[in-house]
């Protein structure tokens, strides 16, 4: 059978964009802002994406298109009979742990919308009542799993429509949709009166708040937003066609992840600002505080319908690449049909996630390792699973790859003469100094 690519350079970009921007750019990197000391952390931000990150990513496009095949099929086409076809194991089973938890949020996101459309939030309430509201929400049983089974038969719908006709052409109908809605948004919140503080917080670093857990806080998310070390960019690298430059579709995407994010950031923290509230919020953001500013605010109930709008858009361009991870294993190892894949997929996916959304309330007692389901699954894989992944990868590419394959393959056999000095400083990095950083992450991530 004839393997799918991606039909175009446009369609490669809003792929990989579309799993790179997520809840990841829309929550945690906002709230990261505000935690750890605003311009100063983007500052530091900027480094790990295009420095550390960014070379991560190429490692990843790397090993798919030489191989052209799903994660774990990679690992025995470069490397046969090794070991390292456990990491290719690895990699297809984590993209199925954080699908199923990752599809809980989005689960949010869609309640969130629903009410915002229904006008719920115009009411003018109260800052604790919207934590009270979330927090009865999350731990009711019926409503997050009804959102949960919703978005993810979103998600197995698009990628049961195949790699062109379903992921990619989503992304070129939503992800610039994403762009206008957060643009919109992010105009709206900076002509709030009292919102130059906030803009002011973003764009004027005080460089005397860098520190270590800055830098681990900044390195961490670089590696989240652009869903590094779990098989994702590696399948969808594999869809990318011979004649593709990859490191500057890479290039092009780690800037959109990025600009997304600095975007979202002005959609909400000159809000935060304009209303006094602090922006060190923490998780709580987007689901508490943002909910209580749209209600207080004119014209507050469309941007609240835009805004988890483009959240449950951002949230399904990635889980559909989280998803494709083992649809192509399950076809191209286990010779299943699309279909029969992403059945299979869902059925293990709404599972663990059910359990994941009852473990804030009916299994909230429930821990291992002293934590709830859902907690576990994010630290395991965020913490654990994605660094090591990465980590594994890195070392595969600068270390047991040959350097001629990985310069071959980053220049098309050398016909892309403009990448030949950038390709060797990008080995440079893979080889030197990306599996220092990542060891770094894992590191604070275990002390902090
Ligand atoms: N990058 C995604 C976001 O910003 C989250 C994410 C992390 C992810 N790892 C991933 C998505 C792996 C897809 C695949 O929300």
């Known amino acids: 059978m004839e393997r799918e690519n991606f039909g175009s350079r446009f369609g490669v970009l809003v792929a990989m964009a579309g799993s790179a921007i997520g809840l990841g750019n829309l ?37 798919g298109r030489r191989s052209h095949s799903n994660a774990f099929g990679a690992f025995k086409k470069l490397a046969p009979g090794t070991k390292w076809k456990w990491l290719g194991a690895v990699s297809v089973v984590t993209p199925v742990i954080v699908v199923s938890y990752y599809s809980v949020v989005g689960g949010w996101s869609v309640e969130y919308f629903l009410k915002a459309v229904t006008l719920e939030f115009t009411t003018g309430m109260s800052r604790s009542e919207m934590g009270m509201m979330f927090g009865k929400f999350i731990s009711s049983v019926w409503s997050p799993l009804i959102g949960h089974t919703i978005f993810l038969l979103l998600t197995a719908f698009i ?14 109908i939503m992800m ?13 919140a900076a002509t709030l009166p009292g919102a130059g503080e906030g803009l002011k917080y973003l764009f004027q670093p005080d460089f005397s708040k860098i520190d270590a857990s800055v830098c681990a806080a900044a390195l961490g998310q670089a590696f989240f937003s652009l869903s590094l070390g779990v098989g994702t960019i590696l399948t969808y690298g594999s ?7 990859i490191i500057a579709s890479s290039t092009y995407t780690a800037s959109a992840d990025f600009i997304f994010a600095l975007l979202a950031s002005c959609a ?13 919020e923490g998780p709580g953001l987007v689901f508490e505080t943002l909910p209580f500013i749209f209600s207080n605010m004119p014209l507050g109930w469309l ?70 389901i859902f907690n576990l699954f994010d630290k395991v894989s965020a913490n654990i699973l994605m660094p090591v992944g990465g980590l594994l990868l890195v070392i595969f590419v600068g270390w047991v790859m040959k350097r001629a394959d990985v310069i071959d393959e980053m220049t098309n056999g050398g016909r892309l003469k403009g990448n030949l000095w950038i390709s ?24 902090f």
């Open 424 to 447: 060797g400083f990008v080995y440079f990095l893979i080889r030197y100094i990306c599996p220092l950083a990542v060891v770094a992450v894992f590191l604070s991530a275990l002390i």
């Open 176 to 188: 610039p949709l994403l762009f206008v809605l957060i643009i919109v948004i992010a105009v709206r």
């Open 27 to 63: 929550w945690r990197f906002p709230y990261l802002v505000g935690s750890y000391g605003g311009a100063a952390f983007i500052f530091v931000y900027i480094f790990c994406v295009f420095l550390l990150c960014l070379p991560i990513f190429i490692s990843e496009v790397t090993i």
């Open 268 to 280: 909400i923290m000159p809000a935060v600002f304009a209303f006094g509230l602090n922006p060190q």
């Open 303 to 372: 941007v609240a319908i835009l805004f988890f709008l483009a959240l449950i858009v951002a949230a399904l361009t990635s889980s559909i690449s989280l998803y494709e991870v083992g649809v192509a294993y399950l076809v191209e190892e286990k010779k299943y049909s699309r279909r029969g894949a992403s059945i299979l997929i869902f059925v293990i996916a709404w599972v663990l996630g059910c359990l994941c959304s009852l473990s804030f309330g009916p299994l909230a007692d429930l821990k291992i390792f002293g934590q709830t």
């Open 239 to 245: 869809y990318v066609k011979k004649d593709e430059n």
């Open 159 to 172: 990628v049961i429509s195949g790699v062109k006709s379903g992921i990619e052409k989503f992304g070129k």
